[in-house]
């Protein structure tokens, strides 16, 4: 039995499934401290449960998210370590920041060092400012941290009162700026985490649930509660993730299809490819500032049921959301109020808004089908432009091997997946427009939930050695080091990248026997004056992706 | 806002052989530099995918022995394509310029393919030509060739061409492969002066380096006023490379690459793979994109200060100034350099190091009024082992005359009856159609 709560903006769902079937649903307010609202869905949940037949619940939380966008983030500053390459000044960092000198190569050799009292004046600068959480982020930290590790302990020696957190920690992804950013992000959330962390484990005692607890990633994956509290930011973005994945549960295992998810405000769109949610390239942004996250390459569209419909200069075009749909209450015509009229949606009667209709079409001078019809039109043009880009990135996603261009082809979807509340007449518009196969499916307003529910434990490690210099690095924050053995050639590089992965599987609570599949493995000659002086192996492996089950019955075709 | 495309293609599955410079590790560093700056989030620049070129455009410009596939591996076809795909992207309004970040590279193949010249087999450049001079109906490209050795591939290729001009800046012949690239090798009597080299002595510096771009290679372009210019951006100037024996750094390449403005950069070589390639790369790139480049100085340029040796500067001005003074005067008219038979006729040896083949050629181009005239050639390939292969070639210009293009058809109806050859090629450029006849004896 699998518990998903999913926590959205006004109300917190939960599901628990049992053998491919939902068999309890329930809703709660969502409430500031988003604990009380887990805490209130687990009892609901509960109720008439016997707790130990629960094997794991799993949460998809705007923790993290909301305390970034309402920018309740402890102050810190950045202390770089940019080495040669392009200007820092132009590069995005998310917060304050002060250029150190000291840098390392690519292949991790440190070719300029540190010098304490560019490091003291720095750290002065910050505390003058009441700023005393500090980065250090060092270019290539992630081959050779020592410049890092350094920096951090002196300040910690000497200024006590700052906490510290080194790039390297977070990340070891090639790309110092998303770990720089990455690391400013971890450590301003990390004190609200170990809070709620703390709440969460009281709650559970209190309710005598002993299973694991998850948290959902943006990737779709899970982590273990303990585990977030190092990678905070994972947890980030989550819902669309859970949505994905819910859509994904209510269908079938290898679909190909476009996930929509239309809420009052936004539309998020997704893609799911032979039962795979598409990742974004290079990862995900937060305000713009890129962040060592990978999650679901998600197209966002401010545009949803609520959007008010506006006449400017005798042309009809979409606004903000005002309030509800007219149709239930709210202040202006929307464009659920139009799927209402014309027969798309039936949350309503069309009576309730047959005047307003009516009087707009005519100011447009148009007959209310016409002026209908034009809603829907500009809607799914909207959706299909935000589409055709997402398309594109997709196709243009760079290969760096021959295997990877020939073994691309890329047919898009035809299959569109509806969530959410106004999805199931936009959806049934666009089946009667488009030559697609539209699905909107049963439970489709708790998907996000089902997809929690449902998400796999997942571990990607990106293994890098360098025989040479005998070092090893990983994509996982803080999982690097020395070689204490030869690696002669692949095989044995694969057999040590697989013991890694399994200690961390460990770590992150993944099943034993979960199918581990090598995404990429290649080994590099170091070859100095005609002689190989050394290898480089690159490793890739990962948990496959998906889900742990599908559930019965929940396609629905329109 | 201005963009650059950028198509990075490291081949990490490719290679010559496991220890020749051009292998899988080549632009490993390079990847882990351009990655790690984060440069490749900004919206200014965007990555595409590669993709392969067809064997069509491998035939408008090749005559492959025996055949295309026989001289390809899949890794070319793709590093072609990679140019072609900027190319499009570029007059399809998407990018502002482009990068095509790729290995293997071409500047040695010319237009008989034997074997592998310099690590070279197709010419991307030459390839990516043709392909945006048929496909747009462009017609005026200059093509500026910065890599240290000199392009005797896309030399030969364009050498007959007065709409395509060819600049190579390079380490002089004498002291470096291919032996070729001199002051007097100036282009067919029909495209006199479009073929411009620069030979450069051993020990040159930044300076020189700009120098020459500035007073030689900028007036010529102002002058030639192409619709598009291409950069063969090798990287072995650079003062650490193996193969060579030039002071370039990666702040020069740089420079020039501002200063150039070139629509579209293809790699070719440079082969220090650790200590210029990940600098120079990204300056390339950085410069492209318009952003500030200052800041990428390789840490053996901080260490070492690069001085132009005095011997150095004296035969770069010389060398400059005997150049000022050919683009001065009145050149002769196309008759004249056809001289009284009118006809041009060449005969030469052509080396191939990697694959140890000696070519035999008979070149003829006939003159004509009206266009630059029907090419053709008489190869025959000469290796220690293997099978030998003796073949004629005919090309009709993209601007051909209709007279001159009846003859091209002319001479290949007649090559195929002639007695002796293995194969016969046509490229009827201006229709866009090659044949291959395979004779068997």
Redesign the interface.
């Known amino acids: 039995m699998f518990v998903g709560i999913d926590i959205g903006g006004t109300f917190t769902d939960g599901v628990v499934i049992s053998d491919q079937e939902v068999i309890k649903l329930i809703k709660v307010p969502t409430y500031d401290d988003i604990s009380l609202s887990i805490e209130e869905a687990l009892q609901q949940i509960l109720a008439g449960l016997e707790p130990q037949k629960i094997e794991q619940v799993t949460l998809s939380t705007t923790l993290i998210t909301n305390l970034i966008m309402q920018d309740q983030l402890a102050k810190a500053g950045l202390l770089l370590l940019?080495g040669?390459?392009?200007?820092?000044h132009?590069?995005?960092f998310a917060c304050a920041y002060k250029i150190i000198n000291g840098?390392v190569?690519?292949?991790g050799r440190v070719?300029?060092p540190i010098n304490l009292t560019e490091v003291k004046e720095a750290c002065q600068y910050f505390l003058d400012r009441k700023i005393n959480n500090l980065v250090v982020a060092c270019?290539?930290s992630q081959?050779n941290p020592s410049l890092e590790e350094e920096i951090a302990a002196f300040v910690q020696k000497n200024y006590p009162e700052c906490k510290v957190l080194a790039s390297h920690k977070v990340s070891g992804l090639?790309?110092?700026?998303?770990r720089a950013n990455g690391a400013f992000y971890t450590l301003a959330t990390q004190e609200a985490c170990r809070t709620f962390q703390e709440k969460i484990k009281t709650t559970l005692a209190k309710l005598g649930l002993h299973c694991p607890l998850f948290i959902l990633k943006a990737d779709g994956g899970t982590l273990p509660l303990e585990v977030s509290l190092c990678y905070p930011l994972e947890t980030i973005f989550s819902g669309p993730a859970a949505s994905t994945l819910g859509a994904l549960a209510c269908t079938e295992e290898k679909i190909t299809a476009v996930v929509i998810d239309i809420g009052g405000t936004t539309t998020d769109l997704a893609l799911l490819l032979a039962g795979k949610p598409l990742l974004a390239e290079?990862g995900a942004l937060i305000n713009n500032y890129?962040v060592p996250v990978r999650s679901l390459a998600i197209s966002s569209l401010a545009l949803g049921g609520d959007s008010s419909l506006l006449i400017e200069q005798g042309k009809l075009r979409f606004g903000p959301r005002q309030g509800p749909a007219l149709c239930v209450g709210g202040p202006v015509l929307t464009v659920t109020d139009v799927l209402v009229y014309s027969g798309y949606s039936e949350i309503a009667s069309p009576a309730l808004i047959k005047e307003p209709v009516e009087e707009t079409a005519r100011v447009l001078q148009l007959t209310p089908q016409q002026f209908s019809e034009q809603v829907l039109q500009m809607f799914v043009a909207q959706l299909e432009a935000k589409l055709e880009i997402m398309f594109k990135t997709w196709?243009?996603?760079?290969?760096?091997?021959?295997?990877q261009?020939?073994s691309?082809q890329k047919e898009r979807p035809q299959t569109l997946i509806c969530l959410g509340g106004p999805a199931s007449g936009i959806g049934k518009y666009w089946s009667e427009k488009k030559n697609w196969q539209v699905v909107v499916p049963a439970f489709s307003a708790v998907a996000n939930a089902i997809g929690a529910a449902l998400a796999k434990t997942t571990l990607k490690l990106d293994f890098f050695a360098d025989t040479e210099r005998k070092t090893y690095t990983t994509n996982l924050g803080g999982l690097q080091g020395t070689l204490a053995q030869r690696l002669h050639n692949i095989e044995e590089a694969k057999e040590f990248t697989l013991q890694l992965f399994q200690e961390k599987a460990k770590d992150w609570q993944l099943v034993p026997d979960m199918p581990v599949e090598t995404v990429y493995a290649?080994g590099?000659?170091?070859?100095r004056?005609?002689?190989?002086t050394g290898r480089?192996f690159?490793i890739g492996l990962q948990t496959v992706p998906g889900i742990k089950g599908f559930l019965k019955g929940a396609r629905q075709d329109v | 806002m201005f963009k650059t495309g950028l198509i990075f293609f490291p081949a990490f599955d490719w290679a010559i052989s496991p220890t020749h410079p051009e292998r899988e590790e080549r632009l490993l560093y390079t990847r882990d530099q351009i990655f790690e700056e984060g440069i490749l989030d900004q919206r200014k620049i965007v990555e595409y995918t590669p993709r392969l070129a067809e064997e069509k455009d491998i035939q408008r410009v090749h005559f492959c022995v025996p055949n295309i596939a026989a001289q390809t591996t899949t890794a070319h076809f793709i590093s072609a394509g990679s140019a072609l795909k900027l190319g499009d992207a570029l007059l399809a309004g998407a990018i502002d310029n482009g990068f095509s970040l790729v290995r293997p590279p071409g500047h040695h193949a010319m237009r008989v393919v034997h074997g592998n010249r310099g690590f070279c087999n197709i010419n991307n450049e030459a390839i990516l030509v043709e392909y945006l001079r048929k496909k747009y109906q462009l017609r005026k490209i200059a093509i500026v060739d910065t890599d240290v050795h000199h392009g005797d591939g896309t030399q030969d290729i364009f050498y007959h061409d007065p709409d395509v001009l060819f600049i190579s800046m390079h380490q002089d012949g004498r002291t470096l492969y291919p032996g070729t690239g001199f002051v007097d090798e100036v282009g067919g009597p029909g495209a006199y002066l479009k073929n411009i080299n620069i030979p450069l002595p051993p020990g040159t510096t930044d300076k020189g380096f700009l120098k020459v771009w500035r007073e030689i290679i900028r007036p010529l372009l102002k002058d030639f006023a192409p619709e598009l210019v291409i950069n063969s951006a090798g990287q072995d100037n650079h003062f650490t490379d193996p193969l060579a024996n030039m002071q370039v750094s990666s702040q020069g390449y740089a420079q020039l690459t501002e200063e150039l403005k070139p629509d579209l950069a293809v790699l070719e070589g440079g082969y220090a793979i650790e200590t210029a390639l990940p600098y120079v790369n990204l300056g390339i790139l950085l410069a492209l994109a318009g952003q500030d480049y200052s800041y990428v100085v390789e840490p053996q340029a901080q260490k070492q200060q690069i001085k132009q040796e005095l011997q150095v500067e004296r035969y770069i001005d010389k060398l400059i100034a005997y150049w000022q003074k050919k683009l001065a005067e009145i050149p002769p008219s196309k008759e004249e350099l056809f001289s009284s038979k009118l006809i041009y006729k060449n005969s030469r040896h052509l080396y191939y190091d990697t694959d140890n083949i000696r070519e035999q050629q008979q070149e003829e181009v006939s003159y004509c009024p009206d266009c630059p005239g029907v090419y053709q050639v008489i190869s025959q390939s000469d290796r220690a082992s293997g099978r030998n292969y003796y073949l004629k070639g005919i090309s009709i210009p993209l601007y051909a005359c209709s007279a001159c293009q009846e003859k091209g058809y002319e001479i290949w109806e007649r090559a195929k009856k002639e007695k002796g050859y293995d194969l016969c090629y046509l490229q009827d450029k201006k229709n866009d159609q090659y044949f291959r006849e395979e004779i068997r004896r």
């Open positions: 940019p040669p390459g392009a200007n820092p132009q590069l995005s840098a190569d690519y292949r070719i300029k270019k290539f081959r090639l790309n110092w700026v998303r290079r890129p196709e243009e996603e760079p290969a760096y091997r021959i295997w261009v020939l691309v290649e590099f000659n170091i070859v004056g005609w002689q190989t480089i690159q």
